[in-house]
C-alpha cells in the first residue's frame, strides 16, 4: 500500500514539476523532488522511502536533464549533481527513518515505565487498604482468643466491632476491583432496561444511610420524571459512589443535595454539597484510576470516581465537576437515554 | 411448635461453620451437606423445612440441584451466591427458588429471609383473607385494606397486589410479574412494572419512596414482605 502511494507521489510531483520546469530550470526540479523524498520518509517504512529517492533519481534524469527521455547526461556538470542527487536522497530516507525509529522507541520505552508506575501505585494502594482490615481482622480475632478471660466486655464489644467494619471495608474495596476490572476489561455493555429514577436514588441513599451518615441529605426529584431506559444496575453505581465520596470527604452537618432531570431525552443527575470543595488543580484528575487527595484521610482505594466516569460513559454519558461559587463540590452527569411517560395508563 | 429443620448444602466449610452456629443459636435444627449429592439423599431421607443452597456447588451446578429438588420437593429453597451476577441469581428464581442472598451477607438479613420464607408456606393453608401486618386482602372478595379503611386500586393494580401477596416474601422476577399479569407478550416492556409499582406503593405504603412493602431487588424483581 505505501509502496503505491510513494510511486503515485513520485509521478503526481513530477508531473506539477514538468510544467513548473519552464519557469524554474530543471535543476529546482531536483529540489522539489528531495522535499518529497524527506515527506515520505516522515511518514512511510523504510522500504518505501528508498524507493522513492531511487524513482525520483530516475525521474529527474529520464525527463528532467537534458537529453530528455533518456538515462544520458549531456554535461559532466550534471553528471555530478546527478550522483549527488542519489546519494543526498539515499542519506536524506536513512536518516529520517533512523530518527523516527529512536522517537518510536523513547516512547515505547515511556510507556513502558508509566505503566510500570501506574502497577506500582496500583499495588502499593492495594496492599495497604487490602491489609489494613485483614491485619484488623486477624488482630482482633486473636486478641478475642487469647485473652477472653482478661477482657471487659466493652473491650470485647469494641473488639467484634472493628472486626465487623474491616469485613465491610473489605467487602467495599473488591467490589471497586471488580467493578473497575470490569472496566478495564472493555466489555462493559450496559444492560438497558426501564429505570425508575426516584427509586434508584432513594435506594442508593438508604444503601448510603445503612452504614450510618453524619451529613443531610436532601432529594430532589420531579416525581413526573419519566422512565428512562438505562442499566439500572450502573445507575445505582454512580449514585452511591458520588453519595460515598461525599459522605466521606466532607465534614458532619454538610448539606448533600441530589437532583435529578430530564432535558429532552437526556438524564440530568446532580450532586453538590457545601463542603470545602476540591483544590483547583486537583479538579481534572479526580476521576483518575487511583487519584488521590494529597491531604485527603485514609480509607479509599481511589477508583470510586473513576468507576462513576467508566459506566457513565460506558452508557453513553458525560460527567463534570466544578466547584461551587457558594463553596462546596458539584458532580454533573448527563446520560442521553431513551424516556417513557405512560400516563396514559394510569387508570387501567 | 417444633423448631424448624434447615438443611444447608454448600462445599465452602467455612460457610457451613457459620450457618450451622447461627442458625442453632436461633433455635434452627441445622444439618449439613457438603455435596449436591449428599444434599440430595439428605433431603430425600428427611425433608426440612427449608433448604439453603450455595449455586456454586463442585460435584454438579446448584441450578442442576435446584431442578431436581424442585420437581417433588415443595418448601422454601433459599439461594446463597458468591457473586452477583444477575442473570444467575434470576436463573435460580425462575427455577423455583423462592429467595437468594448474595456473599457476603448480614446475619440480620439471612433470619429475616428465613423467618419470611418460613411464614410464606403457612398462608398456602389459611383463609382467603391474608393479613401482612395490618395490609388485609380480601383474595374472595377482591378488595384491600389498610389498617382498617378500604384502598381502591385498579383492577391491574389488584392482580399486581394479589399477586405478591399469594408469594409473600418471595423474590418475584420482572419477567415472571409481566406474564403472570399482563400476559405472555409484555415479558420485555418492564415500562408497565416499574409504573404500576409505583402507583401501588403509592396507594399501600405510608413513604412511597420508602417502601417497606414491596421491596425491589435491583436488577431482578421485587417481593413483598411483612415489615417487621
Known amino acids: 500500500m505505501q509502496l503505491l502511494y510513494s510511486i503515485l507521489s513520485v509521478g503526481i510531483v513530477s508531473v506539477a514539476c514538468h510544467f513548473l520546469s519552464e519557469y524554474m530550470g530543471y535543476r529546482v526540479v531536483a529540489f522539489v523532488l528531495l522535499i518529497t523524498v524527506?515527506?515520505?520518509?516522515?511518514?512511510?517504512?523504510?522500504?518505501?522511502?528508498?524507493?522513492?529517492?531511487?524513482?525520483?533519481?530516475?525521474?529527474?534524469?529520464?525527463?528532467?536533464?537534458p537529453p530528455h527521455f533518456t538515462l544520458q547526461v549531456a554535461s559532466a556538470e550534471d553528471g555530478i549533481l546527478l550522483s549527488m542527487y542519489f546519494v543526498i536522497a539515499m542519506v536524506n530516507a536513512v536518516l529520517t527513518f533512523k530518527i523516527r525509529q529512536a522517537e518510536k522507541e523513547v516512547r515505547r520505552k515511556e510507556k513502558r515505565a508509566g505503566a510500570v508506575k501506574l502497577y506500582n501505585t496500583l499495588l502499593n494502594s492495594l496492599s495497604h487498604e487490602l491489609r489494613t482490615p485483614i491485619a484488623t481482622i486477624i488482630g482482633a480475632a486473636d486478641n478475642l482468643q487469647a485473652n477472653n478471660a482478661r477482657l471487659t466486655p466493652q473491650h470485647?464489644?469494641?473488639?467484634?466491632?472493628?472486626?465487623?467494619?474491616?469485613?465491610?471495608?473489605?467487602?467495599?474495596?473488591?467490589?471497586?476491583?471488580?467493578?473497575?476490572?470490569?472496566?478495564?476489561?472493555?466489555?462493559?455493555?450496559?444492560?438497558?432496561?426501564?429505570?425508575?429514577?426516584?427509586?434508584?436514588?432513594?435506594?442508593?441513599?438508604?444503601?448510603i444511610e445503612t452504614n450510618g451518615v453524619s451529613q443531610h441529605i436532601h432529594i430532589n426529584i420531579n416525581p413526573d420524571i419519566p422512565l428512562f431506559r438505562l442499566d439500572d444496575g450502573m445507575l445505582e453505581q454512580i449514585i452511591f459512589n458520588l453519595l460515598n465520596n461525599a459522605v466521606k470527604y466532607t465534614p458532619a452537618d454538610t448539606r448533600i443535595d441530589i437532583a435529578a432531570m430530564c432535558y429532552t431525552d437526556v438524564l440530568q443527575l446532580t450532586i453538590e454539597d457545601n463542603g470545602p470543595?476540591?483544590?483547583?488543580?486537583?479538579?481534572?484528575?479526580?476521576?483518575?484510576?487511583?487519584?488521590?487527595?494529597?491531604?485527603?484521610?485514609?480509607?479509599?482505594?481511589?477508583?470510586?470516581?473513576?468507576?462513576?466516569?467508566?459506566?457513565?460513559?460506558?452508557?453513553?454519558?458525560?460527567?463534570?465537576?466544578?466547584?461551587?461559587?457558594?463553596?462546596?463540590?458539584?458532580?454533573?452527569i448527563n446520560i442521553p437515554a431513551e424516556t417513557s411517560y405512560l400516563k396514559n395508563l394510569k387508570n387501567e | 411448635m417444633n423448631k424448624p429443620a434447615i438443611l444447608v448444602i454448600d462445599d465452602e466449610a467455612q460457610i457451613r461453620k457459620l450457618l450451622e452456629i447461627t442458625l442453632q443459636s436461633n433455635?434452627?435444627?441445622?444439618?449439613?451437606?457438603?455435596t449436591a449429592r449428599q444434599g440430595i439423599a439428605l433431603t430425600a431421607a428427611h425433608p426440612p423445612d427449608l433448604i439453603i443452597l450455595d449455586i456454586g456447588l463442585p460435584d454438579d451446578t446448584g441450578h442442576n440441584v435446584l431442578k431436581e429438588l424442585r420437581s417433588w420437593y415443595t418448601h422454601p429453597i433459599l439461594i446463597l451466591s458468591a457473586n452477583s451476577g444477575e442473570e444467575d441469581i434470576i436463573a435460580a428464581l425462575?427455577?423455583?427458588?423462592?429467595?437468594?442472598?448474595?456473599?457476603?451477607?448480614?446475619?440480620?438479613?439471612?433470619?429475616?429471609?428465613?423467618?419470611?420464607a418460613l411464614r410464606s408456606t403457612t398462608h398456602e393453608l389459611s383463609t382467603p383473607v391474608l393479613?401482612?401486618?395490618?395490609?388485609?386482602?380480601?383474595?374472595?372478595?377482591?378488595?384491600?385494606?389498610?389498617?382498617?379503611?378500604?384502598?381502591?386500586?385498579?383492577?391491574?393494580?389488584?392482580?399486581?397486589?394479589?399477586?405478591?401477596?399469594?408469594?409473600?416474601?418471595?423474590?418475584?422476577?420482572?419477567?415472571?410479574?409481566?406474564?403472570?399479569?399482563?400476559?405472555?407478550?409484555?415479558?420485555?416492556?418492564s415500562q408497565y412494572l416499574r409504573v404500576f409499582i409505583a402507583q401501588l406503593r403509592k396507594k399501600i405504603e405510608d413513604d412511597p419512596n420508602r417502601p417497606t412493602y414491596i421491596l425491589t431487588e435491583s436488577g431482578i424483581g421485587y417481593r413483598l414482605v411483612s415489615p417487621e
Open chain 1, 38 to 65: 524527506s515527506l515520505i520518509a516522515m511518514f512511510f517504512d523504510i522500504l518505501p522511502v528508498l524507493l522513492t529517492a531511487i524513482l525520483t533519481a530516475l525521474t529527474w534524469d529520464y525527463f528532467f536533464i
Open chain 2, 131 to 189: 393479613d401482612i401486618n395490618g395490609l388485609q386482602i380480601d383474595l374472595a372478595a377482591r378488595t384491600v385494606k389498610k389498617g382498617g379503611i378500604p384502598v381502591k386500586l385498579t383492577a391491574t393494580e389488584y392482580t399486581l397486589l394479589a399477586l405478591f401477596a399469594r408469594n409473600e416474601g418471595k423474590v418475584l422476577t420482572h419477567q415472571y410479574l409481566l406474564r403472570e399479569v399482563w400476559g405472555p407478550g409484555y415479558i420485555s416492556q
Open chain 1, 156 to 207: 470485647r464489644h469494641e473488639l467484634i466491632n472493628e472486626i465487623s467494619q474491616a469485613g465491610l471495608r473489605l467487602n467495599q474495596q473488591v467490589e471497586n476491583l471488580l467493578n473497575m476490572s470490569r472496566l478495564e476489561s472493555g466489555f462493559v455493555q450496559p444492560k438497558k432496561d426501564w429505570c425508575d429514577i426516584n427509586e434508584i436514588v432513594y435506594d442508593a441513599v438508604r444503601h
Open chain 2, 94 to 116: 425462575d427455577n423455583g427458588a423462592n429467595d437468594y442472598l448474595v456473599k457476603p451477607f448480614r446475619t440480620g438479613e439471612l433470619l429475616a429471609r428465613l423467618r419470611s
Open chain 1, 277 to 332: 470543595g476540591f483544590p483547583e488543580q486537583a479538579i481534572s484528575r479526580v476521576f483518575d484510576k487511583f487519584y488521590r487527595l494529597a491531604e485527603s484521610t485514609p480509607g479509599g482505594t481511589g477508583l470510586g470516581l473513576s468507576i462513576v466516569k467508566g459506566f457513565t460513559e460506558a452508557m453513553g454519558g458525560r460527567i463534570a465537576l466544578e466547584n461551587r461559587k457558594e463553596g462546596g463540590a458539584k458532580f454533573t
Open chain 2, 27 to 34: 433455635d434452627y435444627t441445622v444439618s449439613l451437606a457438603e
